[in-house]
């Protein structure tokens, strides 16, 4: 059993940056990939980055690529989510998951995925 508790969201104007970081509970934390997924107002949950266990590989949206950079400790059994040049499109509550599978198959779907955190709340102004 794994327990994420996300934290580190906020209000922050277009330009700005944030740090999400994920906390997990459990001894394999260092086994999962770990993931952050976002869903604005009214849209479906979205992909947005993952890592793989050992922090070699990692995988982003074409939407966040070249902004968002992703990254863990699993000293520390945390994930986290730096985000930088934010925009207004970026609003939305920002989701941590871990998952048995690989980071391309994460990437590709929220559905199966082992563990979700409850989500950290990202308002971007203009």
């Known amino acids: 059993q794994v327990q994420l508790v996300e934290s580190g969201g906020g209000l922050v104007q277009a330009g700005g940056s944030l740090r999400l970081s994920c906390a997990a509970s459990?001894?394999?934390?260092?086994?999962?990939?770990m993931g952050w997924f976002r869903q604005a107002p009214g849209k479906e949950r979205e992909f947005v980055a993952a890592?793989?266990?050992?922090?070699?590989?990692?995988i982003y949206a074409d939407s966040v690529k070249g902004r968002f950079t992703i990254s863990r400790d699993n000293a520390k059994n945390t994930v986290y989510l730096q985000m930088n040049s934010l925009k207004p499109e970026d609003t939305a509550v920002y989701y941590c998951?871990?998952?048995?599978?690989?980071?391309?198959?994460?990437?590709?779907?929220?559905?199966?995925?082992?563990?979700w955190g409850k989500g950290t709340l990202v308002t971007v102004s203009s």
């Open positions: 459990g001894r394999t934390f260092s086994s999962y990939t």
């Open positions: 890592i793989s266990w050992s922090g070699g590989s990692t």
């Open positions: 998951a871990a998952d048995s599978r690989a980071i391309a198959t994460m990437s590709r779907s929220r559905y199966g995925i082992d563990y």
